[in-house]
């Protein structure tokens, strides 16, 4: 009974089950699921033989159930959103449509998906009870909808931008029309799922074969699509948390070498024995390879040797590196919390360093064991359990609707990985895997040096949402000029800060310049296929996506290119601490940026 009790209380002090709990609908239904899934998918993961799963996606009422849970999820997306901004929210409706209409329009009858299109955005229509706002709204709505196809109502040989206008006018009249009937807040909430539901109950029953291929495309679409940014974010965040908890143990054990000679010492051993191991493996690699294979290690080891070495040669020259960095700042601090900072980042780095180094390993095997273990899965919601707040925090949204967005992206991604570990188990774990080795080089990197200068006391919420900010943004200039670099990075950080400072009306510090332009950094490395849910662009994103080459890790395109954007934004800082207004700030330190990068590239000086 007591443990019970604790657990109760455990749940009620984590904001995400609060808020959930007020809710009598959607947030019980999302609290319930929370609590069940991570049973269930063990269960579904280890307990049941892979031909039964097999034979149970195959079954006629599970795959219905699945899409069900799709559009249930997908709907919460449209009814927690009404305090984002405008914009993003239209962002999000077409994203909805796009991925829910994917899987039935070219089995069901064409008038049936365009009243699926004008009923899914019905709480769209009700953002604005009235005045000009609502006009331009539903407009907006309109707009949004009316450039996905079908089209059955005029003749196929017109051009798709009458096309386009005869669809809108159509919607824009259907959508005002219902917003001035006086529907419940439920009633009009429900209405989106309701009608996904039976959009996908029917496709079902029209062609089931059809449908069930759709509804597996459209569930790794959405694993590539939400899963990619969450293992970057879980990758660099083990930074972080492997930090914090070095920093917990050092004041608590390690308290009694606080003295400045014993300190010194410390480090000064850790700088020689680091420097002795980069030299001898730059220099001696043949002796380090044969040592390190000749030391006799457990059987269970002997297959990581590899591992060991890559991180070994890793390892070495950046540890050099905090311990000189470490003297360096050695006058600022006290003597103790000099101790506790260099303990949290060497333990963060042993660390992140195995984890790249062991991602990398496994990337380069023909077959990834992990695949079959379900080991993916349990990996990603450990994370997102572990501390979901980090994960997502691009939008101003108040804590309730947060909390239940947060909520069925969990459920999603869970839903998503579960099923794609029996579809295509191979893909589930080669996809986690690389993206485990980016982000823990992309994103892990940027996080450690920012913790190096600036410790663990940081808003870490703050670095989390401008990478994001950043990484997302930057895909567009990417796609728009596919391997002009020279141009993409500093346009996509161009955005991003416009993004940060005019939609989310934020002061860009040096320390936000950073981390945006780091997450610009990481999407040009990364390589992150996201559909655009813009039908009359979709055909050109694709092939423009498709032809982008990520700039290779470790290369020396890679190291010039954060090179030259540390350099900027040290210009950046410089202009900022000589009182100059902040967009003459920004605007100069993103013309020297252009400037510089088409020198570079332009030239090949590199």
């Known amino acids: 009974m007591g443990f019970l009790s604790k657990f109760k209380r455990l749940l009620e002090s984590l904001q995400i089950f609060k808020y959930l709990k007020e809710d009598k609908f959607f ?20 307990a049941i033989p892979t031909d039964i799963k097999v034979t149970t996606l195959s079954n006629f009422y599970f795959v219905l159930l699945i899409s069900l849970s799709f559009a249930f999820v997908l709907n919460v997306f449209l009814v927690y959103t009404h305090e984002v901004p405008f914009l993003l929210q239209i962002a999000i409706l077409m994203y909805v449509v796009f991925f829910a209409l994917s899987t039935t329009i070219a089995i069901v009858h064409p008038y049936i998906s365009l009243a699926t299109q004008v009923l899914i955005a019905v709480p769209l229509a009700y953002r604005f009870e009235e005045g000009r706002n609502k006009f331009w709204v539903i407009a907006l709505t309109s707009l949004s909808l009316a450039q996905f196809p079908p089209f059955p109502f005029v003749p196929a040989d017109l051009m798709l931008i009458i096309k386009i206008a005869s669809k809108f006018i159509i919607f824009f009249l259907l959508l005002l029309g219902i917003s001035l009937v006086k529907l419940p807040f439920k009633i009009r909430n429900i209405i989106p799922f309701l009608v ?3 959009n996908f109950a029917y496709a079902s029953t029209v062609n089931f074969a059809n449908f069930q291929e759709n509804i597996k495309v459209l569930s790794q679409t959405m694993w590539t699509v939400i899963t990619v940014p969450l293992w970057l974010i879980l990758a660099g965040d083990l930074v972080d948390e492997v930090g914090r908890f070095a920093g917990f143990v050092s004041k608590r054990i390690l308290s009694f070498l606080n003295t400045t000679i014993k300190v010194k010492a410390e480090i000064s051993i850790v700088l020689i024995l680091s420097l002795s191991l980069t030299i001898l493996s730059f220099v001696y690699p043949e002796d380090i390879v044969n040592w390190v294979y000749r030391f006799p290690l457990p059987s269970f080891l002997i297959d990581y040797r590899d591992a060991f070495l890559i991180t070994l040669r890793f390892l070495s020259p950046v540890i050099s590196f905090v311990a000189l960095f470490s003297f360096y700042y050695f006058v600022q601090y006290e003597t103790l919390e000099l101790k506790n900072r260099f303990n949290q980042i060497l333990l963060a780095l042993i660390v992140f360093s195995v984890q ?4 990398y390993y496994f990337t380069n095997q023909e077959e990834v064991k992990a695949s079959l273990t379900g080991f993916p899965f349990l990996l990603l919601v450990f994370g997102l359990f572990w501390d979901p707040i980090k994960i997502i925090g691009t939008a101003n949204i108040q804590a309730r609707n947060f909390s239940v967005l947060l909520a069925y992206v969990i459920i999603l991604t869970s839903l998503t990985v579960n099923i794609n570990l029996v579809w295509d188990p191979y893909s589930v774990a080669k996809v986690s895997i690389v993206y485990q080795v980016l982000g823990g080089i992309s994103v892990g ?4 040096f920012f913790r190096l200068i600036k410790g663990w006391d940081y808003d870490e919420k703050f670095i989390f949402r401008c990478f994001l900010l950043g990484f997302i943004i930057g895909l567009f200039p990417m796609v728009a000029f596919p391997n002009n670099y020279w141009l993409t990075i500093p346009l996509g950080l161009m955005l991003s800060l416009a993004f940060y400072k005019l939609v989310l ?11 945006v332009g780091f997450g610009v950094l990481a999407q040009s490395s990364v390589g992150w296929i996201i559909p655009l849910p813009i039908f009359p662009l979709i055909q050109t994103w694709y092939n423009n996506i498709g032809q982008v080459v990520p700039i290779e890790i470790f290369s020396m395109n890679y190291f010039v290119s954060i090179s030259v954007f540390v350099f900027v934004a040290l210009v950046y800082l410089f202009l900022t601490k000589r009182k100059f207004h902040e967009n003459i700030c920004l605007t100069i330190a993103s013309i020297f940026y252009l400037l510089v990068n088409f020198i570079l590239y332009k030239f090949q000086l590199f």
């Open 445 to 448: 990197f940027p996080i450690f």
């Open 196 to 198: 996904l539901g039976l």
């Open 505 to 515: 009306k934020k002061e860009v510090s040096f320390w936000a310049f950073l981390m």
């Open 27 to 46: 947030g019980n239904i999302a609290l319930l699921l929370i609590l069940l899934i991570p049973l269930i998918s063990v269960i579904w993961l280890f």
């Open 356 to 359: 790249i180094a062991y991602s």
